[in-house]
C-alpha cells in the first residue's frame, strides 16, 4: 500500500509532502513499527526498494516507511534540508540551525498524523537518513530522553559547523550514563577522505562516551562511494536494525 498526504508543520511553518509505504497483507490492524527516512524526495525510493527485497527474503519484520520530503529535490529552494537537518547554524547556509524544530515537527506533529492514520507501534521508533539527513538522526539520537528508539545514518555529514555533532555525545554522557538505543552508521570506502575519516573520530567519540545500553553497528562497504552507496546502506540497515527474528 503506498499513500501520499501534504503536512503543515507549525513548528517550521512549512508544507511537507509525506510518502507511506507499507506492505499489508490481511493485517491492516496490526501495529506496525515506523521509520522515518529524511530526503523524501530523492531517496525514499531507494528505501522502499531495500525493504521490499529484504521482504521478500523474510529478512526484516513489517514496517510502515515514511518518506519525509518537501515536494521538491535538493536543488530546489522550497526543499529546506538545509535548515532542518542541521543542529547548528553556519555561514554555509544562512537558514540553517533548525534541527531542533524540525524534531519537534517530527515528534509532535508528523507522529500524531500518523497514529490518526495508521496502527503504529509505539516501542519501535525508527529514523534513517544519508549524509546530511544522517546528521539529523545522530542530532535526534543524542537527547537527554530520544523518542526514537532505532537509528540508520548512511554517511553522515559530521563535518558540518567544523564537526559540531562530536561535542554532543560527550555533552550527554556528562549528564547521563544510559542511552537507551540502536544507531546502525556505515558509508562507502570510496567516499572522501573527510567522510570517512570523519566518521572514525565520530565512532572514538562514541567509545569514550561509554552509554549504557546504546547499541552500535557499524559497516564500511567496499567500492562504494558516497552516491553510490545507498542500496547497500538502507539493505543493511533496515535488516540489522529490524530483523525477522527480534533481538
Known amino acids: 500500500m503506498s499513500s501520499t498526504f501534504k503536512l503543515h508543520s507549525p513548528e517550521t511553518d512549512t508544507d511537507y509532502v509525506i510518502r507511506v509505504e507499507a506492505d499489508y497483507d490481511g493485517d491492516e490492524a496490526v501495529p506496525r513499527p515506523v521509520v522515518l527516512f529524511m530526503d523524501g524526495d530523492d531517496q525514499f525510493n531507494a528505501a522502499v526498494t531495500a525493504y521490499q527485497e529484504l521482504r521478500a ?3 526484516v519484520r513489517p514496517l510502515l516507511l515514511v518518506g519525509v520530503g518537501y515536494g521538491a529535490s535538493y ?11 542541521t543542529p547548528v547554524a553556519h555561514s554555509d547556509e544562512p537558514s540553517s540551525g533548525g534541527a531542533d524544530d524540525f524534531l519537534k515537527f517530527l515528534v ?15 516501542s519501535v521508533r525508527g ?67 573527510s567522510m570517512t575519516g570523519d566518521l ?9 562516551s561509554r552509554f549504557e545500553s546504546l547499541k552500535v553497528i557499524s559497516r564500511r562497504f567496499p567500492g562504494r562511494n558516497h552516491y553510490d552507496v545507498l542500496p547497500d546502506a538502507f539493505r543493511a540497515g533496515l535488516a540489522e536494525l529490524f530483523p525477522r527474528q527480534i533481538h
Open 57 to 59: 527474503q523474510d529478512a
Open 75 to 85: 536543488s530546489r529552494p522550497t526543499n529546506r534540508r538545509g535548515r532542518d537537518y
Open 108 to 122: 509532535a506533529t508528523l507522529w500524531s498524523e500518523l497514529n490518526r492514520r495508521h496502527p503504529v507501534d509505539p
Open 127 to 193: 529514523i534513517a537518513g544519508h549524509s546530511l539527513g544522517s546528521l539529523l538522526v545522530l542530532h535526534a539520537l543524542f537527547q537527554p530522553k530520544p523518542f526514537f528508539s532505532h537509528h540508520l545514518a548512511s554517511a553522515p555529514s559530521i563535518w558540518w559547523a567544523n564537526r559540531a555533532i562530536l561535542d554532543q555525545p560527550r555533552a550527554l554522557r556528562a549528564q547521563q550514563i544510559a542511552l537507551p538505543a540502536k544507531l546502525f552508521l556505515c558509508v562507502g570506502t570510496d567516499d572522501s577522505e
Open 200 to 208: 572514525r573520530l565520530f565512532e572514538e567519540a562514541l567509545a569514550q
